[in-house]
């Protein structure tokens, strides 16, 4: 089983790139309808008065939620290249090579990206260096 897995990965792991990258858009579109509504619920306590709000604030202060901003930036920058690649493909910009658009723009530009906003938040806000 593992020798077929092996070579099924080997054989096809150029061919399915669209199709990760499509789900990867979906999911980190989703992931990021949820935190509109958590942001909008959020800012709506600024109805309430300050007294709600400095509440909403304390506890998105924790490291808990830190690390969970951390997550979030990680999906706005996948969705966002990936977005970027696709609406590239959907010009005819790439189109015989967005597999590599794919591997190296979304995610090797999007690691990048990632890495250079999320060490200063873990140092600044989760390790307090």
Do not use: C
Not at 31 to 37: K, P
């Amino acid at each position: 089983m593992k020798l077929y897995l092996r070579q099924a990965v080997r054989k096809y792991r150029w061919q399915y790139s669209g199709m990760v990258a499509w789900f990867i858009q979906r999911a980190t579109g989703l992931l990021l309808l949820f935190y509109l509504f958590l942001h909008v619920e959020t800012i709506s306590k600024l109805s309430q008065g300050p007294v709600a709000f400095d509440a909403a604030m304390a506890t998105f202060s924790s490291p808990l939620f830190k690390l969970l901003e951390i997550a979030l930036l990680g999906t706005v920058v996948l969705h966002a290249l990936n977005g970027i690649r696709i609406t590239l493909v959907d010009l005819d910009i790439g189109m015989k090579k967005q597999r590599h658009l794919f591997w190296w723009v979304t995610v090797g530009i999007g690691i990048l990206v990632f890495l250079a906003g999320a060490i200063p938040i873990f140092l600044d806000a989760v390790l307090k260096v």
